[in-house]
């Protein structure tokens, strides 16, 4: 159930890149933004029917692929080799992400900053680093644990 909060500040974050509040942005942008996990597409299209967001396909990719490249959302690889995708609102430092290895989620761990412990060869510049952790997260072994 979205609040009215939510609704402004993903109005607010597509207004600050200069872009147009359409409803397929506006929609998918308070899912993304009222998760605590990463989505898959596939769980982005079943909450967009739940909530009641008519998205095609193709519109749902197109508007994923927009708020990644205005930074406004983060597209995070998994070992099941689908995308996932969550919303990054005041996030703007690289970060680590945890998958768990028994229900899949992917977690975004803002508080674990990576450290670079290499240096580069001349001539290679880095713009982007991916960490990924992988293991149980606390609900699957709580479960496990029973």
């Known amino acids: 159930m979205k609040t009215d909060t939510e609704q402004t500040l993903a109005q607010k974050l597509i207004r600050q890149v200069n ?8 929609g998918v ?8 996990t990463a ?7 079943q909450a967009a029917a739940q909530t009641g967001l008519v ?7 197109r508007a994923l692929d927009w708020l990644v490249e205005q930074g406004i959302a983060h597209r995070i690889s998994s070992h099941d080799r689908a995308w996932r995708y969550k919303a990054q609102a005041e996030l703007t430092s690289p970060h680590a992400h945890f998958q768990c290895k028994h229900c899949s989620q992917v977690f975004c761990l803002e508080d674990l900053q990576p450290a670079l412990l290499f240096k580069l060869p ?15 997260c606390p609900a699957c072994a709580s479960l496990n644990a029973i």
């Open 19 to 26: 872009g147009r509040v359409t409803p397929i942005r506006l």
């Open 29 to 36: 942008l308070e899912l993304l933004l009222n998760t605590q």
């Open 39 to 45: 989505l898959s597409h596939q769980e982005l299209e």
């Open 55 to 61: 998205a095609d396909r193709v519109s749902l990719y």
């Open 122 to 136: 001349p001539g290679y510049q880095l713009d982007e680093i991916e960490l990924k952790l992988q293991g149980t």
